[in-house]
């Protein structure tokens, strides 16, 4: 056989390698569409275009940019579907970049900002560091662990807590609807922020009433207000590391995702002390498949690998932190969103 003529059938193509290599590229770059994505969002971009197309030399008059660069960065989004460039050159909004607006329900310009700012940004750049040590390096950068640093500014802190709480309002509905919830009874949200989730849960359970429990700083800028929810809520500042408020249901969202798992079974027990024998815990978080299909979870573990302790983890390793803390994994149930719901209750005693 002629050696020239044989082929690799575990080798490409020469055409299928080029795109291989073009495709390898892209995601070596990627890192530009968040900045891309960033830079129009602190710019308000999508503000400017609320009442149709622009072109870049009017919304460079109107955000104070160059309109050369601005256009350069918005024909990238544009790739990506958020904005879209016209036959004129005009930019226009798409769905993606609606979300951009500050003016619309469940805006998500406040979350791409934090999303992408340099708590995240810097570590993230450092990231084979923290591969090799297996620890975070953003103490190394900042000089504070994440929360401390956090803790330090009031205007870090004070954006951080909008970030997410932009983050959350678009997911608080499905996640609401698919929580396990008792026909009455007293719901506590445990870290629950500005309470974004409770007040979801308030407005479907008429007959519920509601605790909001988290850091002082936190809860003043609580969500629970207006007559549909008037006198079924109260508002708790304490540390979820040591004890929690007495209730019939315990929602914990985006929590334990933060922490490693001495701290999470430090939040844990401090709820299992708490609770009844007819109480239930609801952990919310993302429940990372053992496949290799993509997930947001995956991307947002990344991002806890950075920045923080936690991780995003699988079913088994929720079943095996509330059993260590004395509770019971019941049933996970899933969410039209990228999270699920943990249902856990008190564990059994064991007869002696």
């Known amino acids: 056989m002629d050696k020239e003529a044989a082929v690799d059938p575990a080798r490409p193509a020469p055409d299928d390698r ?29 503000d400017h275009l609320a009442d149709g197309p622009r072109t870049p030399d009017q919304l460079a008059a109107l955000t104070g940019a160059d309109a050369g660069h601005l256009r350069r960065a918005l024909r990238l989004l544009a790739t990506r579907d958020v904005f879209r460039e016209d036959e004129t050159g005009a930019f226009a909004l798409t769905p993606l970049a609606e979300l951009l607006r500050s003016d619309v329900p469940r805006s998500m310009r406040e979350a791409v900002s934090m999303l992408s700012d340099d708590t995240f940004w810097r570590p993230a750049g450092r990231l084979e560091e923290t ?33 997410m709480a932009a983050l959350s309002d678009g997911e608080n509905s499905a996640i609401a609807a698919a929580c396990p919830l008792p026909a009455t009874g007293v719901v506590a949200d445990v870290g629950g922020g500005r309470g974004g989730l409770l007040r979801e849960v308030l407005l479907r359970g008429r007959k519920l009433t509601g605790v909001l429990y988290d850091r002082a700083a936190v809860v003043r800028g609580h969500a629970l207000e207006g007559p549909e929810l008037a006198g079924r809520w109260r508002v708790e500042s304490g540390d979820f590391f040591t004890s929690a408020p007495a209730a019939d249901v ?40 053992r496949d290799n299909a993509p997930h947001h979870g995956k991307s ?35 969410t039209a969103s990228s999270l699920s719901v943990v249902e856990a209750a008190v564990a059994a005693a064991k007869a002696d």
């Open 250 to 289: 315990y929602l914990v969202k985006r929590v334990l995702h933060d922490w490693d798992d001495e701290d999470c079974l430090r939040i844990l027990r401090a709820c299992r002390a708490a609770m009844t024998e007819d109480s239930r815990l609801l952990v919310i978080d993302a429940v990372l498949p």
């Open 131 to 163: 591969v090799r040590a297996g620890r975070t390096v953003f103490d190394d950068i900042f000089g504070a662990s994440f929360f401390d640093y956090l803790a330090s500014s009031e205007e870090l802190g004070a954006a951080f807590d909008t970030g």
């Open 300 to 334: 947002l573990d990344v991002l806890m690998m950075t920045s923080l302790p936690g991780r995003e983890r699988g079913a088994d390793d929720f079943r095996r932190l509330l059993t260590e803390a004395g509770l019971t994994m019941i049933r996970i149930h899933p």
């Open 18 to 46: 080029n795109a291989l290599v073009l495709k390898l590229s892209e995601h070596a770059l990627a890192y530009l569409h968040s900045a891309t994505l960033r830079a129009a969002a602190r710019l308000g971009v999508a």
